[in-house]
């Protein structure tokens, strides 16, 4: 009389491990060398750049945990499915030291290397994301001057203001000029000083990976160095008001002696047409009610009552 032996249970840990190793491996590859250089916000500032990595980075250590849970369920739907007519019950599955350990010591490590790695990025020199707010850690490297010149190290000065619902910008190294439009030179050491005329508006220049609140009577402060030539989108990043949705402009980045010439070149203009002596003194904020330009019509001024913006005077003249 022969007895028939149960067929014996594979190896399935080793399976899902094989399995799980060379998913993830080629996952990690492919996100590095083919998904990362094209990862938002690109490559045209140390900022963006650092946040580029940051999210590439994110992306490999979240692939392997991905495609684990995925092949789990796959590999349980097809490998542990019940038979057709089979309901009976499943044996009972008690404690397993083995499993325990591996899942308590698995998510210790994913969460302390997140930690970590969030922790540095956040704290080296000006920071991850480029919002360093009113009261900076960290100094921009480079060499403060009341007036900018190409070809050194000199930082330059650009206030971002915010009214509803439009972006102007003032370059106090050229008189306080303001414009309309960001223009930016490249290799250059930027500080951005942001604020607001009226309610919280939210500055975020997309390809410089550059994203602070423009907060009234409050200078926030973003460092930022572009690193290649191009256009810029600026929108409002928080909800301002009924037409929040097109609060946004453009901006360049251009050779250093291209912006010089620029902002020399519209310092003129605004001086000649007399738009710099109506433009209140620069300063990190500004209080629109007291501005002595608007004097006792300041109830009639377009823009204090909400329309668009013109806090400098009827008609607003700044439009290089």
Request: proline residues 8%.
């Amino acid at each position: 009389m022969t007895t028939t032996q149960p067929a014996s249970e594979p190896r399935h840990g080793l399976r899902l491990f094989l399995i799980w190793i060379i998913l993830s491996l080629a996952a990690t590859l492919v996100i590095w060398f083919v998904w990362y250089p094209h990862l938002p916000p690109g490559r045209m500032s140390d900022a963006a750049r650092h946040q580029q990595f940051d999210i590439a980075v994110l992306a490999v250590s979240a692939a392997p945990v991905i495609i684990f849970v995925v092949l789990y369920f796959v590999y349980s739907l097809v490998v542990w499915r019940a038979k057709p007519g089979d309901d009976s019950d499943g044996e009972p599955i008690y404690g397993n030291t083995k499993v325990q350990a591996s899942w308590i010591i698995g998510t210790t490590i994913i969460v302390m290397w997140l930690f970590v790695f969030g922790t540095v990025e956040l704290v080296v020199p000006a920071g991850a994301g480029a919002g360093e707010g009113p009261s900076p850690i960290w100094k921009l490297a480079g060499t403060q001057s009341a007036t900018w010149t190409p070809g050194g190290n000199t930082i330059l000065q650009v206030q971002v203001i915010g009214q509803q619902w439009t972006w102007t910008y003032r370059y106090p190294q050229f008189g306080g000029m303001e414009s309309t439009e960001l223009m930016l030179p490249v290799d250059t050491p930027i500080t951005f000083h942001v604020t607001s005329l009226d309610v919280i508006h939210s500055f975020w220049a997309y390809q410089l990976g550059v994203k602070a609140d423009a907060n009234p009577q409050v200078d926030n402060v973003a460092f930022v160095t572009a690193k290649a030539l191009g256009s810029v989108t600026v929108r409002c990043n928080e909800l301002c008001g009924l037409w929040h949705g097109a609060m946004f402009n453009y901006g360049h980045v251009v050779t250093q002696t291209s912006f010089e010439s620029w902002a020399s070149g519209v310092q003129s203009k605004e001086q000649s047409d007399g738009v710099l002596a109506s433009l209140p003194p620069y300063a990190l904020a500004y209080d629109p009610t007291v501005i002595p330009q608007l004097g006792k019509n300041l109830v009639t001024v377009v823009g204090v009552t909400g329309a668009p913006g013109y806090y400098y005077g009827p008609g607003n003249p700044v439009t290089p």
